[in-house]
Protein backbone atom coordinates (compact mmCIF):
# COMPACT_ATOMS: atom_id res chain seq x y z
CA UNK A 1 0.00 0.00 0.00
CA UNK A 2 1.19 3.56 -0.78
CA UNK A 3 1.95 6.00 2.41
CA UNK A 4 -0.20 8.53 2.72
CA UNK A 5 1.69 12.37 2.40
CA UNK A 6 0.68 12.81 6.69
CA UNK A 7 2.46 9.02 7.29
CA UNK A 8 5.44 10.13 5.44
CA UNK A 9 5.69 13.38 7.46
CA UNK A 10 8.36 13.39 10.14
CA UNK A 11 7.81 14.12 14.14
CA UNK A 12 8.75 17.42 14.03
CA UNK A 13 6.22 18.35 11.42
CA UNK A 14 3.21 16.06 13.45
CA UNK A 15 3.84 18.65 15.76
CA UNK A 16 4.05 21.45 13.22
CA UNK A 17 0.88 21.38 11.58
CA UNK A 18 -1.00 21.06 14.51
CA UNK A 19 -0.51 25.13 14.46
CA UNK A 20 -1.79 26.99 11.54
CA UNK A 21 0.52 29.62 12.68
CA UNK A 22 3.78 27.38 11.47
CA UNK A 23 5.49 27.34 8.33
CA UNK A 24 5.19 23.71 7.35
CA UNK A 25 2.82 24.01 4.40
CA UNK A 26 0.52 21.22 3.28
CA UNK A 27 -0.79 21.54 0.05
CA UNK A 28 -2.19 18.97 -2.09
CA UNK A 29 -0.78 20.76 -5.23
CA UNK A 30 2.47 22.29 -3.64
CA UNK A 31 3.66 19.40 -1.43
CA UNK A 32 4.96 19.54 2.30
CA UNK A 33 8.26 19.56 3.22
CA UNK A 34 9.20 16.29 3.02
CA UNK A 35 13.43 16.11 3.14
CA UNK A 36 15.27 15.33 5.32
CA UNK A 37 15.11 15.80 8.78
CA UNK A 38 18.06 17.83 9.87
CA UNK A 39 16.98 20.47 7.34
CA UNK A 40 13.89 21.32 8.99
CA UNK A 41 14.73 24.00 10.90
CA UNK A 42 16.40 25.34 8.37
CA UNK A 43 13.41 25.11 6.32
CA UNK A 44 11.44 27.29 8.69
CA UNK A 45 13.32 30.01 9.27
CA UNK A 46 13.83 30.27 5.83
CA UNK A 47 10.06 30.22 4.97
CA UNK A 48 9.47 32.51 7.46
CA UNK A 49 12.17 35.03 6.40
CA UNK A 50 10.06 35.08 2.73
CA UNK A 51 6.58 35.19 4.51
CA UNK A 52 8.61 38.21 6.73
CA UNK A 53 9.56 39.82 3.55
CA UNK A 54 6.88 39.85 1.52
CA UNK A 55 4.09 40.82 3.73
CA UNK A 56 1.48 42.43 2.22
CA UNK A 57 2.15 41.60 -1.15
CA UNK A 58 -0.32 40.81 -3.47
CA UNK A 59 1.51 37.88 -4.27
CA UNK A 60 2.80 36.68 -1.42
CA UNK A 61 0.84 33.14 -1.11
CA UNK A 62 2.45 32.52 -4.37
CA UNK A 63 6.00 32.81 -3.86
CA UNK A 64 6.11 31.81 -0.21
CA UNK A 65 4.13 28.24 -1.47
CA UNK A 66 6.46 28.16 -4.38
CA UNK A 67 9.44 28.61 -2.23
CA UNK A 68 8.36 25.91 0.01
CA UNK A 69 8.10 23.23 -3.28
CA UNK A 70 11.68 24.74 -4.02
CA UNK A 71 13.20 23.78 -0.78
CA UNK A 72 11.51 20.05 -1.31
CA UNK A 73 13.65 19.47 -4.77
CA UNK A 74 16.19 17.17 -4.05
CA UNK A 75 19.13 19.01 -4.86
CA UNK A 76 18.33 21.17 -1.85
CA UNK A 77 19.92 18.71 0.46
CA UNK A 78 21.82 20.83 3.13
CA UNK A 79 20.48 23.83 5.63
CA UNK A 80 22.84 26.09 3.81
CA UNK A 81 21.20 25.81 0.54
CA UNK A 82 18.14 26.47 1.75
CA UNK A 83 19.17 29.60 4.10
CA UNK A 84 21.36 30.44 0.60
CA UNK A 85 18.13 30.30 -1.55
CA UNK A 86 15.90 32.26 0.98
CA UNK A 87 18.62 35.25 0.76
CA UNK A 88 19.17 35.74 -2.68
CA UNK A 89 15.42 36.39 -2.90
CA UNK A 90 15.10 38.79 -0.29
CA UNK A 91 18.53 40.63 -1.32
CA UNK A 92 17.43 40.39 -4.68
CA UNK A 93 13.63 39.81 -5.95
CA UNK A 94 12.37 41.11 -2.71
CA UNK A 95 15.06 44.22 -2.45
CA UNK A 96 13.53 45.30 -6.04
CA UNK A 97 9.87 45.11 -5.32
CA UNK A 98 9.82 47.15 -2.03
CA UNK A 99 12.49 50.08 -3.43
CA UNK A 100 10.27 50.10 -6.45
CA UNK A 101 6.87 49.77 -4.58
CA UNK A 102 5.62 47.12 -6.33
CA UNK A 103 3.65 45.10 -3.76
CA UNK A 104 0.55 45.27 -5.47
CA UNK A 105 1.60 43.80 -8.19
CA UNK A 106 -0.33 40.67 -9.05
CA UNK A 107 1.07 37.45 -11.05
CA UNK A 108 0.10 38.34 -14.57
CA UNK A 109 1.76 42.09 -14.65
CA UNK A 110 5.26 40.20 -14.21
CA UNK A 111 5.94 40.10 -18.03
CA UNK A 112 9.12 39.87 -19.91
CA UNK A 113 9.51 43.62 -19.46
CA UNK A 114 8.63 43.24 -15.99
CA UNK A 115 11.60 40.66 -15.67
CA UNK A 116 13.78 43.26 -17.49
CA UNK A 117 13.18 45.90 -14.94
CA UNK A 118 14.43 43.74 -12.46
CA UNK A 119 17.37 42.55 -14.17
CA UNK A 120 18.65 46.17 -14.20
CA UNK A 121 17.38 46.65 -10.99
CA UNK A 122 20.27 43.96 -9.88
CA UNK A 123 23.04 46.05 -11.76
CA UNK A 124 21.94 49.32 -10.53
CA UNK A 125 23.76 49.83 -7.02
CA UNK A 126 22.40 48.92 -4.03
CA UNK A 127 20.88 52.45 -2.01
CA UNK A 128 21.63 51.30 1.45
CA UNK A 129 25.60 50.60 0.28
CA UNK A 130 25.99 52.38 -2.89
CA UNK A 131 27.87 49.44 -4.24
CA UNK A 132 26.79 47.33 -7.40
CA UNK A 133 26.85 43.56 -6.40
CA UNK A 134 29.22 40.86 -8.54
CA UNK A 135 27.99 39.52 -11.72
CA UNK A 136 27.84 36.31 -10.03
CA UNK A 137 25.71 37.53 -7.09
CA UNK A 138 23.07 39.24 -9.97
CA UNK A 139 22.98 35.05 -11.66
CA UNK A 140 22.01 33.82 -8.29
CA UNK A 141 19.62 36.12 -7.36
CA UNK A 142 17.76 36.75 -10.82
CA UNK A 143 18.11 32.58 -10.76
CA UNK A 144 15.64 32.28 -7.63
CA UNK A 145 13.13 34.30 -8.95
CA UNK A 146 13.38 32.51 -12.24
CA UNK A 147 13.20 29.03 -10.78
CA UNK A 148 9.81 30.62 -8.21
CA UNK A 149 8.07 31.48 -11.33
CA UNK A 150 9.12 28.33 -12.98
CA UNK A 151 7.09 26.70 -10.13
CA UNK A 152 4.34 28.27 -10.25
CA UNK A 153 4.29 28.18 -14.00
CA UNK A 154 4.19 24.39 -13.62
CA UNK A 155 1.31 24.01 -11.28
CA UNK A 156 -2.23 24.25 -12.96
CA UNK A 157 -3.75 26.78 -10.73
CA UNK A 158 -1.60 29.60 -10.86
CA UNK A 159 -0.46 28.84 -14.31
CA UNK A 160 -3.81 30.38 -15.33
CA UNK A 161 -2.55 33.75 -13.01
CA UNK A 162 0.16 34.29 -15.11
CA UNK A 163 1.46 36.27 -17.90
CA UNK A 164 1.42 34.91 -21.36
CA UNK A 165 4.38 37.77 -22.39
CA UNK A 166 6.97 35.64 -19.65
CA UNK A 167 10.17 35.31 -21.21
CA UNK A 168 13.67 35.05 -20.10
CA UNK A 169 17.36 36.46 -22.10
CA UNK A 170 18.92 33.77 -23.36
CA UNK A 171 22.49 33.21 -22.33
CA UNK A 172 22.21 36.28 -20.02
CA UNK A 173 24.74 35.72 -16.97
CA UNK A 174 26.81 33.34 -19.41
CA UNK A 175 30.28 33.29 -17.84
CA UNK A 176 28.79 35.27 -14.40
CA UNK A 177 30.14 32.26 -12.44
CA UNK A 178 33.57 33.40 -13.34
CA UNK A 179 33.25 36.42 -11.99
CA UNK A 180 33.64 34.78 -8.90
CA UNK A 181 36.20 37.26 -6.29
CA UNK A 182 39.11 34.82 -5.83
CA UNK A 183 40.22 34.72 -2.09
CA UNK A 184 43.77 36.64 -1.58
CA UNK A 185 46.47 34.66 -0.24
CA UNK A 186 49.08 35.34 2.70
CA UNK A 187 52.54 36.69 2.20
CA UNK A 188 55.67 34.20 3.70
CA UNK A 189 56.21 36.93 6.25
CA UNK A 190 52.44 36.58 7.99
CA UNK A 191 52.41 32.71 6.69
CA UNK A 192 55.47 32.35 9.36
CA UNK A 193 54.04 34.63 11.89
CA UNK A 194 50.32 33.25 11.88
CA UNK A 195 52.26 29.39 12.55
CA UNK A 196 54.26 31.07 15.34
CA UNK A 197 51.80 32.47 16.86
CA UNK A 198 50.13 29.84 17.08
CA UNK A 199 52.87 27.68 18.73
CA UNK A 200 53.40 30.54 20.98
CA UNK A 201 49.67 30.35 22.09
CA UNK A 202 49.73 26.69 22.44
CA UNK A 203 52.87 26.50 24.30
CA UNK A 204 51.13 28.89 26.93
CA UNK A 205 48.01 27.18 26.85
CA UNK A 206 49.55 23.56 27.35
CA UNK A 207 51.94 24.63 29.80
CA UNK A 208 48.98 26.25 31.76
CA UNK A 209 47.34 23.27 31.70
CA UNK A 210 49.46 21.01 32.44
CA UNK A 211 50.60 22.88 35.81
CA UNK A 212 47.07 22.30 36.69
CA UNK A 213 46.61 18.81 36.41
CA UNK A 214 49.58 18.56 38.23
CA UNK A 215 48.11 19.97 41.07
CA UNK A 216 44.97 18.59 41.30
CA UNK A 217 46.86 15.14 40.74
CA UNK A 218 48.93 15.92 43.96
CA UNK A 219 48.26 16.08 47.28
CA UNK A 220 45.21 18.44 48.65
CA UNK A 221 45.46 21.84 49.36
CA UNK A 222 43.17 24.16 51.78
CA UNK A 223 42.87 27.75 51.82
CA UNK A 224 44.97 29.95 54.34
CA UNK A 225 42.20 30.30 56.91
CA UNK A 226 44.50 32.45 58.92
CA UNK A 227 43.47 35.09 56.02
CA UNK A 228 40.30 36.99 55.34
CA UNK A 229 38.27 37.02 52.14
CA UNK A 230 39.74 36.30 49.05
CA UNK A 231 43.39 36.10 50.94
CA UNK A 232 42.97 32.84 51.73
CA UNK A 233 43.21 31.68 48.03
CA UNK A 234 46.08 33.97 47.36
CA UNK A 235 47.64 30.75 45.97
CA UNK A 236 46.58 29.26 42.57
CA UNK A 237 47.07 25.84 43.59
CA UNK A 238 44.35 26.28 46.88
CA UNK A 239 42.29 27.83 44.64
CA UNK A 240 42.21 24.94 41.75
CA UNK A 241 41.38 22.78 45.18
CA UNK A 242 38.30 24.65 46.10
CA UNK A 243 37.10 24.81 42.94
CA UNK A 244 37.35 21.19 42.29
CA UNK A 245 35.97 20.12 45.90
CA UNK A 246 33.22 22.56 45.51
CA UNK A 247 32.11 22.05 41.97
CA UNK A 248 33.70 19.21 40.52
CA UNK A 249 34.71 19.70 36.86
CA UNK A 250 31.80 21.80 35.80
CA UNK A 251 32.24 25.31 37.09
CA UNK A 252 29.60 27.58 37.10
CA UNK A 253 29.24 30.97 36.16
CA UNK A 254 30.94 33.68 38.39
CA UNK A 255 27.65 35.11 39.96
CA UNK A 256 26.82 31.33 41.09
CA UNK A 257 29.81 31.02 42.89
CA UNK A 258 29.63 34.18 44.13
CA UNK A 259 26.60 32.77 45.87
CA UNK A 260 28.26 30.22 47.34
CA UNK A 261 31.92 31.40 48.50
CA UNK A 262 31.95 35.27 47.94
CA UNK A 263 35.85 34.87 48.82
CA UNK A 264 36.42 32.02 46.34
CA UNK A 265 34.53 34.30 43.28
CA UNK A 266 36.98 37.14 44.38
CA UNK A 267 40.28 35.53 44.15
CA UNK A 268 39.14 34.41 40.89
CA UNK A 269 37.97 37.57 39.32
CA UNK A 270 40.77 39.57 41.05
CA UNK A 271 43.97 37.76 41.68
CA UNK A 272 44.23 34.50 39.50
CA UNK A 273 41.76 35.18 36.20
CA UNK A 274 38.88 33.09 35.24
CA UNK A 275 41.21 31.52 32.71
CA UNK A 276 43.86 30.49 34.66
CA UNK A 277 41.64 28.63 36.61
CA UNK A 278 38.75 27.06 33.86
CA UNK A 279 42.26 25.96 31.70
CA UNK A 280 42.82 23.15 34.06
CA UNK A 281 39.56 21.91 33.47
CA UNK A 282 38.20 22.78 30.05
CA UNK A 283 39.43 24.61 27.19
CA UNK A 284 36.98 27.80 26.26
CA UNK A 285 36.56 28.79 22.18
CA UNK A 286 39.64 31.28 22.71
CA UNK A 287 41.53 28.30 23.51
CA UNK A 288 40.80 26.08 20.90
CA UNK A 289 41.77 28.60 18.19
CA UNK A 290 44.94 28.25 17.92
CA UNK A 291 44.86 24.04 17.42
CA UNK A 292 41.92 24.98 14.75
CA UNK A 293 44.30 27.54 12.98
CA UNK A 294 47.75 25.19 12.88
CA UNK A 295 46.15 21.91 12.01
CA UNK A 296 44.20 24.49 8.73
CA UNK A 297 47.79 25.34 7.60
CA UNK A 298 48.81 21.39 8.07
CA UNK A 299 46.13 20.24 6.20
CA UNK A 300 44.40 22.74 3.96
CA UNK A 301 41.29 22.03 4.94
CA UNK A 302 37.77 23.60 4.13
CA UNK A 303 36.48 25.71 7.06
CA UNK A 304 33.40 23.94 7.78
CA UNK A 305 35.30 20.27 7.73
CA UNK A 306 37.68 21.38 9.48
CA UNK A 307 35.43 23.06 12.42
CA UNK A 308 33.79 19.58 12.60
CA UNK A 309 36.33 17.47 12.77
CA UNK A 310 35.53 14.25 14.33
CA UNK A 311 37.47 11.77 16.14
CA UNK A 312 35.41 9.49 14.42
CA UNK A 313 37.12 10.08 11.53
CA UNK A 314 40.48 9.63 12.96
CA UNK A 315 42.35 6.71 12.38
CA UNK A 316 45.71 5.57 12.99
CA UNK A 317 47.10 3.84 9.79
CA UNK A 318 50.54 1.96 8.54
CA UNK A 319 51.63 3.65 5.29
CA UNK A 320 55.04 2.03 3.93
CA UNK A 321 55.74 0.45 7.54
CA UNK A 322 55.37 3.83 9.03
CA UNK A 323 52.71 4.38 11.64
CA UNK A 324 50.48 7.07 10.98
CA UNK A 325 47.39 9.79 12.14
CA UNK A 326 45.00 9.71 9.15
CA UNK A 327 42.14 12.29 9.34
CA UNK A 328 39.18 12.40 6.78
CA UNK A 329 37.77 15.43 5.88
CA UNK A 330 34.30 14.95 4.84
CA UNK A 331 32.37 18.10 2.69
CA UNK A 332 28.93 17.13 2.75
CA UNK A 333 27.86 19.54 -0.40
CA UNK A 334 29.88 18.24 -2.75
CA UNK A 335 28.88 14.25 -1.53
CA UNK A 336 33.15 13.62 -0.93
CA UNK A 337 35.70 13.41 1.93
CA UNK A 338 39.52 13.57 1.10
CA UNK A 339 42.51 12.53 3.39
CA UNK A 340 45.65 13.55 4.77
CA UNK A 341 47.89 11.52 7.24
CA UNK A 342 50.66 12.54 9.20
CA UNK A 343 53.59 10.04 11.12
CA UNK A 344 53.01 9.52 14.46
CA UNK A 345 55.66 11.94 16.24
CA UNK A 346 55.67 11.08 19.88
CA UNK A 347 57.06 13.88 22.04
CA UNK A 348 56.75 16.15 19.32
CA UNK A 349 54.69 18.64 21.06
CA UNK A 350 53.41 20.28 17.14
CA UNK A 351 52.50 17.30 15.72
CA UNK A 352 49.28 16.54 15.00
CA UNK A 353 49.30 13.64 16.76
CA UNK A 354 50.25 15.08 19.65
CA UNK A 355 47.91 17.87 20.01
CA UNK A 356 44.95 16.08 19.69
CA UNK A 357 46.03 13.52 22.13
CA UNK A 358 46.23 16.46 24.26
CA UNK A 359 42.70 18.01 23.12
CA UNK A 360 40.72 14.64 24.03
CA UNK A 361 42.69 14.32 27.43
CA UNK A 362 41.62 17.99 28.00
CA UNK A 363 37.45 18.14 26.66
CA UNK A 364 37.19 14.22 28.58
CA UNK A 365 35.17 16.26 31.51
CA UNK A 366 32.90 17.99 29.20
CA UNK A 367 32.22 15.92 25.99
CA UNK A 368 29.05 14.25 27.18
CA UNK A 369 27.64 17.37 27.67
CA UNK A 370 28.46 18.34 24.00
CA UNK A 371 24.97 17.15 22.81
CA UNK A 372 25.26 16.77 18.80
CA UNK A 373 28.68 18.07 19.16
CA UNK A 374 30.00 15.26 21.02
CA UNK A 375 32.58 13.42 18.36
CA UNK A 376 33.85 16.80 17.66
CA UNK A 377 37.37 17.16 18.08
CA UNK A 378 37.22 21.01 18.96
CA UNK A 379 34.83 21.54 21.68
CA UNK A 380 34.71 23.93 24.64
CA UNK A 381 32.35 25.19 27.07
CA UNK A 382 30.92 28.70 26.54
CA UNK A 383 30.38 31.73 28.66
CA UNK A 384 26.47 30.31 29.11
CA UNK A 385 27.88 27.39 30.43
CA UNK A 386 27.20 25.16 27.53
CA UNK A 387 29.25 23.02 25.88
CA UNK A 388 29.72 22.64 22.34
CA UNK A 389 31.62 22.80 19.07
CA UNK A 390 32.08 25.71 16.48
CA UNK A 391 28.74 25.81 14.10
CA UNK A 392 28.84 23.77 10.33
CA UNK A 393 26.75 22.60 7.80
CA UNK A 394 27.51 19.20 8.81
CA UNK A 395 26.50 19.42 12.42
CA UNK A 396 23.87 21.71 13.48
CA UNK A 397 23.29 23.09 9.18
CA UNK A 398 24.63 26.57 10.43
CA UNK A 399 28.12 27.69 8.72
CA UNK A 400 27.80 31.36 10.33
CA UNK A 401 29.11 30.92 13.85
CA UNK A 402 29.71 34.60 15.61
CA UNK A 403 31.87 32.85 18.48
CA UNK A 404 34.12 31.26 16.08
CA UNK A 405 34.32 34.67 13.87
CA UNK A 406 35.00 36.80 17.47
CA UNK A 407 37.59 34.72 18.60
CA UNK A 408 39.76 34.42 15.67
CA UNK A 409 39.85 37.58 15.46
CA UNK A 410 40.62 38.54 18.98
CA UNK A 411 43.39 35.84 18.31
CA UNK A 412 45.29 38.03 15.45
CA UNK A 413 44.65 41.13 17.39
CA UNK A 414 46.21 39.89 20.20
CA UNK A 415 49.16 38.14 18.21
CA UNK A 416 49.55 41.71 16.00
CA UNK A 417 48.46 39.39 12.80
CA UNK A 418 46.14 40.59 9.71
CA UNK A 419 42.97 39.33 10.41
CA UNK A 420 42.38 35.92 8.20
CA UNK A 421 40.60 33.30 8.05
CA UNK A 422 40.52 29.84 7.02
CA UNK A 423 39.84 30.25 3.65
CA UNK A 424 42.66 32.03 3.18
CA UNK A 425 44.87 29.47 5.01
CA UNK A 426 43.69 27.20 2.79
CA UNK A 427 43.68 29.15 -0.26
CA UNK A 428 47.98 30.03 1.00
CA UNK A 429 48.43 26.44 1.27
CA UNK A 430 47.38 25.34 -1.54
CA UNK A 431 48.95 28.24 -3.44
CA UNK A 432 52.35 26.79 -1.66
CA UNK A 433 52.00 23.08 -3.00
CA UNK A 434 51.08 24.91 -6.47
CA UNK A 435 54.27 26.56 -6.32
CA UNK A 436 56.07 23.79 -4.99
CA UNK A 437 55.14 21.33 -7.68
CA UNK A 438 55.78 22.87 -10.66
CA UNK A 439 52.37 24.29 -11.08
CA UNK A 440 50.98 20.70 -11.61
CA UNK A 441 47.00 20.73 -10.64
CA UNK A 442 46.68 17.07 -9.73
CA UNK A 443 49.03 18.11 -6.97
CA UNK A 444 46.34 20.99 -6.32
CA UNK A 445 43.37 18.52 -6.36
CA UNK A 446 45.12 16.11 -4.39
CA UNK A 447 45.95 18.51 -1.28
CA UNK A 448 42.39 19.96 -1.97
CA UNK A 449 40.03 17.41 -2.17
CA UNK A 450 38.65 18.86 -5.45
CA UNK A 451 37.35 16.86 -8.17
CA UNK A 452 37.08 19.10 -10.99
CA UNK A 453 40.05 21.42 -12.55
CA UNK A 454 37.45 23.99 -13.70
CA UNK A 455 37.06 24.07 -9.64
CA UNK A 456 40.73 24.66 -9.08
CA UNK A 457 40.69 27.38 -11.92
CA UNK A 458 37.66 29.22 -10.40
CA UNK A 459 38.46 29.08 -7.08
CA UNK A 460 41.77 28.64 -6.39
CA UNK A 461 43.59 29.82 -9.01
CA UNK A 462 44.84 32.88 -6.96
CA UNK A 463 46.71 35.84 -7.11
CA UNK A 464 49.76 33.76 -5.96
CA UNK A 465 49.68 31.37 -9.04
CA UNK A 466 48.63 34.62 -11.16
CA UNK A 467 51.71 36.85 -10.20
CA UNK A 468 54.16 33.56 -10.47
CA UNK A 469 52.27 33.28 -14.47
CA UNK A 470 53.06 36.91 -15.20
CA UNK A 471 56.75 36.59 -13.46
CA UNK A 472 57.50 33.52 -15.60
CA UNK A 473 55.70 35.35 -18.59
CA UNK A 474 58.57 38.39 -17.99
CA UNK A 475 61.35 36.61 -17.26
CA UNK A 476 60.90 34.65 -20.87
CA UNK A 477 60.32 37.60 -22.38
CA UNK A 478 63.34 39.74 -21.19
CA UNK A 479 65.72 36.82 -21.34
CA UNK A 480 64.72 36.12 -25.18
CA UNK A 481 64.81 40.27 -25.57
CA UNK A 482 68.52 39.73 -24.49
CA UNK A 483 69.05 36.61 -26.23
CA UNK A 484 68.25 39.02 -29.52
CA UNK A 485 70.18 42.05 -28.52
CA UNK A 486 73.42 39.74 -28.25
CA UNK A 487 73.45 37.57 -30.57
CA UNK A 488 72.33 34.51 -29.46
CA UNK A 489 75.57 34.90 -26.51
CA UNK A 490 73.36 34.53 -23.70
CA UNK A 491 70.99 31.25 -24.15
CA UNK A 492 69.29 30.01 -21.36
CA UNK A 493 67.35 26.82 -22.93
CA UNK A 494 70.29 24.43 -21.68
CA UNK A 495 70.10 25.55 -18.40
CA UNK A 496 69.43 23.66 -15.19
CA UNK A 497 66.01 24.63 -13.21
CA UNK A 498 67.62 26.19 -10.67
CA UNK A 499 70.33 28.38 -12.28
CA UNK A 500 69.26 31.62 -12.44
CA UNK A 501 68.22 32.80 -15.81
CA UNK A 502 68.49 36.81 -15.34
CA UNK A 503 72.34 36.51 -14.43
CA UNK A 504 74.57 37.61 -17.72
CA UNK A 505 76.86 34.66 -17.32
CA UNK A 506 75.61 31.10 -17.24
CA UNK A 507 76.11 29.89 -13.39
CA UNK A 508 76.39 32.80 -11.88
CA UNK A 509 73.73 34.70 -9.57
CA UNK A 510 72.71 38.22 -9.55
CA UNK A 511 71.05 40.35 -6.74
CA UNK A 512 69.82 43.37 -9.28
CA UNK A 513 70.05 41.98 -13.09
CA UNK A 514 67.84 45.53 -13.86
CA UNK A 515 70.37 47.88 -12.29
CA UNK A 516 73.70 46.63 -13.12
CA UNK A 517 76.95 48.91 -11.95
CA UNK A 518 78.92 47.77 -14.82
CA UNK A 519 79.65 50.56 -17.21
CA UNK A 520 77.61 50.66 -20.61
CA UNK A 521 74.65 48.66 -18.86
CA UNK A 522 70.79 50.20 -18.73
CA UNK A 523 68.78 50.95 -15.69
CA UNK A 524 65.76 48.64 -16.36
CA UNK A 525 67.21 46.44 -19.15
CA UNK A 526 68.53 43.06 -18.39
CA UNK A 527 71.92 43.13 -17.74
CA UNK A 528 74.07 42.23 -20.85
CA UNK A 529 77.81 42.19 -19.58
CA UNK A 530 78.30 38.49 -20.59
CA UNK A 531 81.48 36.91 -18.51
CA UNK A 532 82.18 40.14 -16.32
CA UNK A 533 79.87 38.71 -12.81
CA UNK A 534 82.48 37.77 -11.58
CA UNK A 535 83.81 40.82 -10.79
CA UNK A 536 80.42 42.73 -10.41
CA UNK A 537 79.56 43.36 -6.52
CA UNK A 538 76.18 42.33 -7.48
CA UNK A 539 77.32 38.82 -8.83
CA UNK A 540 77.75 35.77 -6.73
CA UNK A 541 77.55 31.83 -7.47
CA UNK A 542 76.49 28.76 -5.71
CA UNK A 543 79.79 27.09 -3.74
CA UNK A 544 77.85 23.56 -3.52
CA UNK A 545 76.62 23.10 -7.20
CA UNK A 546 78.50 21.66 -9.52
CA UNK A 547 77.13 23.44 -12.55
CA UNK A 548 78.29 26.44 -11.28
CA UNK A 549 81.87 25.56 -10.90
CA UNK A 550 81.85 23.71 -14.26
CA UNK A 551 80.57 27.17 -15.83
CA UNK A 552 83.20 29.00 -13.80
CA UNK A 553 85.98 26.98 -15.50
CA UNK A 554 84.63 26.97 -18.93
CA UNK A 555 84.59 30.69 -18.10
CA UNK A 556 88.01 30.95 -16.74
CA UNK A 557 89.82 28.99 -20.45
CA UNK A 558 87.28 31.29 -22.26
CA UNK A 559 89.05 34.54 -21.04
CA UNK A 560 92.31 32.81 -21.45
CA UNK A 561 91.46 32.56 -25.14
CA UNK A 562 89.87 35.47 -25.75
CA UNK A 563 93.36 37.21 -25.49
CA UNK A 564 93.79 36.03 -28.88
CA UNK A 565 91.22 37.39 -30.89
CA UNK A 566 89.70 40.89 -28.27
CA UNK A 567 91.09 44.39 -28.96
CA UNK A 568 94.11 43.80 -26.39
CA UNK A 569 93.15 46.93 -24.64
CA UNK A 570 89.36 45.70 -24.11
CA UNK A 571 90.81 42.37 -23.01
CA UNK A 572 93.28 44.41 -20.41
CA UNK A 573 90.98 46.63 -19.01
CA UNK A 574 87.74 44.39 -19.12
CA UNK A 575 88.76 40.90 -18.56
CA UNK A 576 92.06 40.83 -16.88
CA UNK A 577 90.58 41.69 -13.49
CA UNK A 578 87.94 39.18 -14.09
CA UNK A 579 90.33 36.38 -14.43
CA UNK A 580 92.38 37.84 -11.83
CA UNK A 581 88.70 37.40 -9.13
CA UNK A 582 88.24 33.73 -10.58
CA UNK A 583 91.50 32.42 -9.70
CA UNK A 584 92.13 34.26 -6.47
CA UNK A 585 89.15 33.78 -4.89
CA UNK A 586 86.26 32.52 -6.19
CA UNK A 587 87.68 29.01 -7.89
CA UNK A 588 89.64 28.43 -5.04
CA UNK A 589 86.47 28.51 -3.17
CA UNK A 590 84.91 25.39 -4.16
CA UNK A 591 86.29 23.20 -1.65
CA UNK A 592 83.57 20.23 -1.36
CA UNK A 593 85.15 17.28 -2.99
CA UNK A 594 81.05 16.10 -4.08
CA UNK A 595 81.26 18.85 -6.02
CA UNK A 596 84.47 18.87 -8.07
CA UNK A 597 83.75 15.03 -9.04
CA UNK A 598 79.71 16.68 -10.24
CA UNK A 599 82.06 19.36 -12.15
CA UNK A 600 84.23 16.89 -13.65
CA UNK A 601 81.06 14.81 -15.29
CA UNK A 602 79.28 18.03 -16.34
CA UNK A 603 78.30 17.68 -20.28
CA UNK A 604 77.83 21.27 -21.40
CA UNK A 605 78.09 23.34 -24.39
CA UNK A 606 80.49 25.68 -25.28
CA UNK A 607 79.90 28.79 -23.06
CA UNK A 608 79.89 31.84 -25.70
CA UNK A 609 82.43 34.04 -26.75
CA UNK A 610 83.25 37.14 -25.25
CA UNK A 611 83.20 40.81 -26.57
Request: net charge positive.
Amino acid sequence: MRKSRYTQLTKEQRIEITDSGKNVVIREELNSYLGKAKNVKAFQKALSKVRAVTEGWATQQYFTQAFATWCNNEERESPRTIATGATNFVNGFARFILAKKHTAVILNQIDSDFITSFRNGLASPNPATGKISSENTQRKQFGVLKALLDILAENKESKKLMSADLSYPQNFYLGAHGSTKQTEVIDDIDWTRIILACRDAIIEIISQVLAGWKTLGGHEIFPDLTRRGRGQYSSLEATLWEVKRTFGATIPSMVDIRKINPALADAIQHTHGKDAITRAFYPRAEDIIPFVVLHSVYTSANTGALRALKWGNVELVEILESRRVRYTFVKPRAHLTYKRSFPIQVGEIFSPYELHQFLKKWTSSIRAHAGLFADNIYIFKTFTQTVRGFFSSQDNGDDSDNTWNSVLKTFCKCHGLPYTTIKILRMTGLDIVREQNGNDIRAVMAAGGQTAEGTIDLHYNGPGAKRRGTEGLSEVMSTQERWVDTGGIRDIRASPDTADMHAATPGWNCLDPYDSPIPGEKTGRLCQAFGQCPGCPLGGIDRESGYALARTLQLADEIRHARFYLDATRWRVVYEPVMAILINKWIPSFTNPAVLDDASLANLGPIGVLE
